[in-house]
């Protein structure tokens, strides 16, 4: 049995840059450019690596994790 998985393809991206630079009349230079990136075949250990944090709002009670079992936490708040 092969340690390696044999269905696993290299990850690569691709990245490329097309620009138009126009000397117009009246001495007005146009330059107009295209940016793009594709990755194919990338790993992803962490899911939503670069997911911003959820904040919990201290106006809402109760959102936040805690340990305490809810009716303890119930009581302790009457």
């Given at each position: 049995?092969?340690?390696?998985?044999?269905?696993?393809?290299d990850?690569?991206?691709?990245?490329?840059?097309f620009?138009?630079?126009k000397?117009?009349?009246?001495?007005l230079?146009?330059?107009?450019?295209?940016?793009?990136?594709?990755?194919?075949a990338?790993s992803v250990t962490?899911p939503?690596?670069n997911?911003p944090?959820?904040v919990v709002d201290?106006?809402?009670?109760g959102?936040?994790?805690t340990t305490?079992?809810t009716?303890?936490?119930?009581?302790?708040s009457?």
């Amino acid at each position: 049995m092969p340690s390696n998985d044999q269905f696993y393809r290299d990850a690569y991206i691709q990245q490329w840059n097309f620009t138009v630079q126009k000397l117009a009349p009246g001495n007005l230079l146009v330059d107009v450019g295209y940016v793009a990136s594709k990755g194919t075949a990338l790993s992803v250990t962490l899911p939503a690596m670069n997911r911003p944090f959820e904040v919990v709002d201290p106006r809402t009670p109760g959102l936040a994790l805690t340990t305490t079992p809810t009716s303890a936490r119930c009581a302790a708040s009457t």
